[in-house]
């Protein structure tokens, strides 16, 4: 059970997250719960907490927003070399935004979801068009941007910006719903819980250390409560662990994919491979795709990606990266 307390309503700190609030049963132990997070990131130091993730030695609004697009729906350890071959070749929004799409689908290569790249390229164009060629500080600026959501356009203000605003991702989602609300969360109450924890001026370190802390230690599965600076104050431990893990199904929290292996994602991903080497001619297409035998499944990969502005059909019925 949750403890007891007086009921308020806690809006967020800064108006990024709409309209409304909702029921904290106890401000202080939110707030708190904030701070104690902060304090365990400060202590863990730079050089404790994922020190491979080489994003976190930079404040450019471009390199964090390059960043926070590649780790969408990706493992941190394969964006780390793409990041640094990418932010080389093209490390401005000016530079990507001039670059083809093609060149920008080649330094994508092994981060997967190819859209992604087509949406920074798209948001480096708008950076250019609309805010002459800086990554806008404002929150309804970054939503506009291709590709650009809830997490990333606040990670953006957090870690690019210092802005006092929450991050909601999957690892975050785990310790809000688990230790700060004790059930599963819907993405308003998420957004709004996670704003009013964050310490003045602490955004940047109080959004890492909270990532930090989904990943290393409020984990999918079996958490590691034994090493939680906040063990004491969360709702779920507190009620023993009873029922449900509360992180299912709770904003923000990833559910498992489907099978890879065999599905039309893993035929696109290798049909775009085989273009970032050369062309591909139209009795090459279903090889390339993996599916020598299956010509008709080819062809239906081929026209979304086309119609996802991927790839590139010439007179001949060539393929190539546009």
Excluded at 71 to 97: E, H, K
Excluded at 164 to 191: F, W, Y
Excluded at 264 to 270: H, K, L
Aim: net charge positive; glycine share 14%.
């Amino acid at each position: 059970m949750s403890p007891a307390g007086p009921v308020v309503a806690i809006p967020p700190r800064q108006p990024v997250g709409g309209p409304g609030v909702i029921a904290i049963r106890d401000s202080g132990q939110v707030e708190g719960i904030g701070r104690a997070i902060m304090r365990w990131g400060t202590a863990l130091g730079s050089t404790s907490r994922r020190p491979e993730l080489p994003w976190r030695s930079t404040r450019d609004p471009w390199a964090v927003l390059v960043s926070e697009v590649m780790a969408q729906q990706t493992q941190v350890l394969r964006v780390v070399p793409a990041f640094g071959r990418f932010l080389a070749q093209f490390p401005t929004p000016a530079a990507c935004a001039s670059a083809p799409l093609g060149d920008v689908l080649r330094a994508w290569e092994g981060l997967g979801y190819n859209r992604r790249a087509r949406n920074l390229h798209r948001s480096a164009v708008a950076i250019v068009t609309d805010h002459g060629g800086h990554v806008p500080g404002r929150l309804g600026d970054l939503l506009s941007l291709p590709g650009v959501g809830a997490y990333t356009a606040r990670a953006v203000l957090a870690f690019a910006f210092g802005a006092d605003v929450g991050v909601v991702d999957t690892n975050a989602g785990r310790v809000l719903s688990r230790a700060v609300a004790g059930r599963p969360i819907r993405a308003p109450e998420a957004q709004m819980l996670v704003d009013a924890m964050v310490p003045a001026d602490g955004g940047w370190e109080f959004g890492q250390a909270l990532l930090d802390l989904g990943a290393s230690v409020c984990i999918a599965g079996e958490p590691r409560c034994h090493g939680c600076p906040i063990r004491r104050r969360c709702r779920w431990a507190r009620a023993g662990r009873r029922g449900p893990d509360p992180s299912r199904g709770s904003a923000g929290v990833s559910t498992p994919q489907g099978v890879f292996g065999g599905s039309d994602r893993q035929g696109r991903g290798r049909l775009v491979d085989a273009l970032r080497q050369e062309d591909v001619a139209p009795d090459q297409v279903a090889s390339a795709a993996g599916w020598p035998d299956e010509p008709d499944r080819a062809a239906r990969i081929v026209a979304g990606l086309i119609g996802d502005g991927l790839v590139a059909r010439d007179h001949r019925g060539v393929l190539s990266l546009p």
